[in-house]
């Protein structure tokens, strides 16, 4: 039900709250009712042997896409790569993909250059895999495989659910690539729940970016696709430039733009990641940066400001699916503080055509 404003109009942003506020009930059902799904078509393909792993995708879903590369190389130790539409759809190449397995992530699985992309990866000997929120879809049609990520409805125009809901279903597969059963992941609901409660910390720290110009934000390893994910909700939702950078990226050359009054967003995940970031948090603290932490205890009493994440326990491969959750609320607050409507971003659809 909408609650009105004083003027009888819809509150700005109602249904990307609502979308925001259903992801633990979304992680569960996913857990409950479609891990099951899941590593059964994981172990049918790994009995295919690829011996590597294509992704395919556009805007929030190759942010998605990039976590699972992650995934990949790292838990599977297979080389794995995001492709390049164009060179199928616009050039006509047609590599062998003989033994590869080709995973195209797409909420609506609607896009018709990625149904063609993925048509051609097929007809060039691909395993062919899609991973939508639509098995009705043009794309999972194209496809050899199908999993649904169960997300539900999504009619906000600034992807929430549905991108923690293909986190989700990307890990469990790869889970079931190498034949584990993703128990890391059961404790996601009950903390997600919490993480979502503390709206007025992250209402708060949306007032230092109220008049901001520019914002860049950094991570490294699983964190990294977290901090593009960030960056891309706060571009379309706020319209700050929003620039994201691998940490180690970060220096070598654009941390010259960073200044004491430039703000950084830093994800600093608990494990490897937030280890190998530890430099370049300690190089943007000597340039004097606005820096706010999502992550640790530790990093963030650190920092200028941040959001500490109960990660403690958690296996660092799905702190991603807890990382973005903050950051969606940021992007939200961020956009009603500016007096602008997160539910419409201006001149986005969301079915994003191209070809």
């Known amino acids: 039900m909408s609650v009105p404003t004083p003027t009888g109009r819809p509150m700005p942003g109602r249904i990307m709250a609502g979308e925001m506020a259903e992801q633990p009930a979304v992680l569960r059902r996913i857990l409950e009712e479609?891990?099951?799904?899941?590593?059964?078509?994981?172990?049918?393909?790994?009995?295919?042997?690829?011996?590597?792993?294509?992704?395919?995708?556009?805007?929030?879903?190759?942010?998605?896409?990039?976590?699972?590369?992650?995934?990949?190389?790292?838990?599977?130790?297979?080389?794995?790569?995001?492709?390049?539409?164009?060179?199928?759809?616009?050039?006509?190449?047609?590599?062998?993909?003989?033994?590869?397995?080709?995973?195209?992530?797409?909420?609506?699985?609607?896009?018709?250059?990625?149904?063609?992309?993925?048509?051609?990866?097929?007809?060039?000997?691909?395993?062919?895999?899609?991973?939508?929120?639509?098995?009705?879809?043009?794309?999972?049609?194209?496809?050899?495989?199908?999993?649904?990520?169960?997300?539900?409805?999504?009619?906000?125009?600034?992807?929430?659910?549905?991108?923690?809901?293909?986190?989700?279903?990307?890990?469990?597969?790869?889970?079931?690539?190498?034949?584990?059963?993703?128990?890391?992941?059961?404790?996601?609901?009950?903390?997600?729940?919490?993480?979502?409660?503390?709206?007025?910390?992250?209402?708060?720290?949306?007032?230092?970016?109220?008049?901001?110009?520019?914002?860049?934000?950094?991570?490294?390893?699983?964190?990294?696709?977290?901090?593009k994910e960030a960056a891309l909700k706060l571009m379309e939702t706020s319209y700050v430039p929003a620039l994201s950078f691998s940490g180690a990226d970060l220096l070598h050359g654009p941390l010259a733009m960073v200044d004491n009054v430039f703000p950084v967003i830093a994800i600093v995940t608990e494990g490897r990641g937030g280890e190998a970031l530890q430099p370049v948090l300690d190089r943007l603290r000597d340039r004097g940066a606005d820096l706010v932490v999502i992550g640790n205890r530790a990093a963030v009493e650190a920092a200028s400001a941040g959001f500490v994440l109960p990660t403690e326990k958690v296996a660092e491969e799905v702190q991603p699916i807890l990382e973005i959750l903050p950051l969606q609320m940021l992007a939200y607050e961020v956009t009603i503080a500016r007096g602008q409507d997160p539910d419409a971003p201006r001149a986005l659809a969301k079915v994003t055509e191209t070809r």
Do not use: W
Request: hydrophobic content about 40%.
């Open 34 to 227: 479609g891990a099951p799904r899941i590593l059964r078509t994981a172990r049918e393909i790994a009995a295919r042997g690829p011996r590597f792993v294509l992704l395919t995708a556009r805007g929030t879903s190759d942010n998605a896409a990039l976590y699972a590369k992650y995934l990949v190389e790292v838990v599977l130790g297979k080389p794995a790569g995001l492709t390049s539409m164009s060179t199928t759809t616009a050039y006509g190449a047609r590599p062998d993909l003989t033994d590869c397995l080709v995973v195209t992530v797409s909420q609506s699985g609607g896009s018709p250059d990625l149904v063609a992309s993925t048509r051609a990866a097929r007809e060039a000997g691909a395993i062919t895999l899609a991973v939508t929120n639509n098995p009705g879809s043009p794309l999972a049609g194209v496809s050899e495989f199908h999993i649904d990520v169960l997300a539900g409805p999504e009619k906000a125009l600034p992807a929430t659910k549905t991108y923690t809901a293909e986190l989700l279903a990307l890990y469990l597969f790869v889970e079931g690539l190498r034949g584990g059963d993703g128990s890391a992941a059961k404790v996601l609901p009950e903390l997600a729940e919490q993480i979502l409660a503390r709206h007025d910390e992250v209402r708060a720290l949306a007032a230092r970016y109220r008049f901001a110009e520019r914002l860049v934000l950094t991570s490294r390893g699983y964190g990294y696709p977290t901090a």
